[in-house]
């Protein structure tokens, strides 16, 4: 079954075809950086992944650019991503900006089952990926932290994306895992949180190219459905 994805590029609107969403773990560049990483998460209870990185999988129908998600507790957070989008072949490849929103309560039982609870919000612009190649390591990516409802923002990340592993390396590790390079959307990678976790009611992300001096913005609510 495939989900339609539809996003803006060159102020053209793509409907995509979506066969398949995924999300990689501990996608650092630094190998030590992420094992240190993978230890403080052990500390807090949050189980040492298999292998790094890791893949994965999502539902296909969790991505969500209704600037709205549902969530069950108040322990869940975004993380701005990069997000690959392929079309029906490897050449038609787009990338936008995602939040790989989890919940960080049931990350301690099951990884895995943390990411499938929560929605995946993603940018309706996109760029081709053509046209950010030349220059990958100077794209940044932001994100803020509402932390009560109208409330005060916080930032939350700001870093270039050459603290993920390499386009090649992600292309790389995909073909490695039998993911397919066409009708997928893959969330790549994120750069390092500025003071750790933080858990609040709104999410505001940017992808920057500094280069061609333009930003994709992505925004979403969290409502918690939890009663007191």
């Not at 292998?51 to 549902?70: A, G, K």
């Not at 790389?172 to 976790?197: D, I, M, Q, R």
Request: negative net charge; proline residues 4%; hydrophobic residues 35%.
């Amino acid at each position: 079954m495939k989900n339609l994805l539809e996003i803006i590029v060159n102020d053209e609107k793509k409907s995509v075809h979506v066969g398949g969403v995924y999300c990689i773990g501990y996608a650092g560049r630094d190998v030590e950086k992420t094992m240190e990483h993978v230890i403080e998460l052990e500390e807090i209870g949050v189980p040492r992944p298999p292998e790094i990185p890791m893949l994965y999988p999502v539902r296909t129908n969790s991505l969500n650019q209704i600037e709205e998600i549902e969530v069950l507790g108040n322990e869940t957070s975004g993380e701005a991503e990069i997000v690959l989008v392929f079309g029906d072949s490897e050449d038609e490849a787009y990338i936008t900006i995602g939040s790989d929103h989890t919940d960080r309560g049931l990350e301690t039982v099951d990884i895995n089952k943390s990411k499938q609870v929560c929605d995946k919000p993603i940018g309706k612009k996109a760029w081709k990926l053509q046209d950010v190649i030349g220059h990958w390591d100077e794209l940044v990516l932001k994100a803020e932290v509402e932390i009560t409802e109208g409330g005060e923002w916080v930032n939350y990340q700001n870093a270039p994306i050459s603290s993920i592993i390499s386009l090649e390396d992600i292309k790389a590790y995909l073909k490695k895992k039998g993911v397919p390079l066409t009708n997928s959307v893959v969330f790549s990678g994120t750069v390092p949180l500025l003071e750790g976790f933080k858990y609040g009611t709104g999410f505001r992300m940017t992808f920057v190219d500094p280069v061609r001096k333009d930003e994709i913005h992505g925004y979403y609510k969290v409502r918690n459905l939890e009663r007191e």
